[in-house]
């Protein structure tokens, strides 16, 4: 079944990383302070202040010159390239054929890896937030998106790169994992499904049967090497 394997590949994935994290804290305890992990607690627990006033969830404990500044940003662009992956394996594995877009794959994976660093130069001075705001608009990025699905996958890399930049891959990592999930449920379950009515998702078919297109490719094939011989 797709829908199996689909969600066996997200969870093994997900342990597998998960399992690596926690043996590097085990084994070097002190690889905490050069992490961009714990921004929620601070997002959370710091009191209210001026909301012009910089943040101080992106500082780590431990980070103190260029070499472990450099760690730390590696480890932040890592994270949300790690991150993106199983968000790109979701849309390719419920996407409906007929507006699949493999751009929007490479969006996802590339654009987590981009906001982390403008997030990481921005944070700390207003001017250059608006700076970049100026030059957005200047270039003026336009993409038309195929389906308002499509703006969900946009929105949550961007929410994986926001959450790497200011030290809180934990966020990113449970908000990913309740969203891939999510998806995959809904696809499996065809939620709010009706009859002629334009998807978003494709079908599922928990036969496995071979999709449509596939077997209308595999039977001009066919017919081609039969002509041949």
């Known amino acids: 079944m797709r829908g199996a394997r689909l969600l066996a590949k997200l969870t093994i994935y997900y342990a597998v990383i998960g399992l690596i ?10 690889v905490m302070g050069w992490l961009p992990i714990g921004g929620v607690e601070q997002l959370i627990t710091q009191p209210t202040k ?11 404990a431990h980070v103190n010159n260029l070499g472990q500044s450099m760690f ?11 991150l993106s992956l199983p968000v ?12 699949y877009d493999q751009s929007l794959i490479n969006t996802i994976i590339v654009l987590p890896m981009v906001v982390t660093g ?9 001017a250059l937030a608006f700076s970049l705001a100026g030059i957005a608009g200047a270039v003026r990025f336009r993409n038309s998106l195929k389906s308002s699905g499509d703006a969900l996958f946009i929105l949550l890399a ?13 966020l990113a990592a449970l908000v990913t994992m309740a969203f891939s999930y ?9 939620y709010g499904e009706r ?20 077997v209308a490719v595999a039977t001009v094939v066919i017919e081609g090497e039969q002509k041949k011989a």
């Open 50 to 60: 001026n909301p012009l006033q910089a943040t101080e969830a992106v500082r780590a």
């Open 72 to 82: 730390w940003l590696a480890v932040a662009l890592a994270s949300a390239l790690l």
């Open 182 to 190: 999510t998806f995959v449920a809904l696809w499996m379950t065809e």
């Open 195 to 214: 009859a002629g009515m334009k998807r978003f998702l494709s079908d599922y078919d928990p036969t496995n049967h071979p999709e449509p297109a596939a």
């Open 88 to 99: 790109s394996w979701v849309y390719m594995g419920i996407r409906n054929d007929d507006e």
């Open 21 to 30: 994290v926690w043996a590097a804290i085990k084994l070097w305890p002190s």
């Open 158 to 170: 961007v929410a994986i790169g926001l959450s790497s930049g200011i030290g809180a891959v934990e």
């Open 118 to 126: 403008i997030v990481i130069i921005v944070q700390n001075s207003l």
